[in-house]
């Protein structure tokens, strides 16, 4: 037997609100990960030019 609080299945709900987490989060990782990237590439340059003097 089922939870049907709002009509919908316990699982159902489950996995809504485990979607709607999961994207709300996934905006700020993504810029942490692009700012990230961003970083290192800046420090690999900054060592490569460093390198070749």
Do not use: N
Not at 26 to 38: C, D, E, F, G, R
């Amino acid at each position: 037997m089922s939870d049907m609080s709002l009509g919908l299945p316990f699982w159902l709900r489950s996995y809504m609100c485990c979607r709607l987490t999961a994207s709300q989060m996934s905006l700020p990782i993504y810029q942490l990960i692009k700012l990230t990237v961003h970083q290192l590439r800046r420090s690999l340059l900054f060592i490569a030019r460093k390198s070749e003097k």
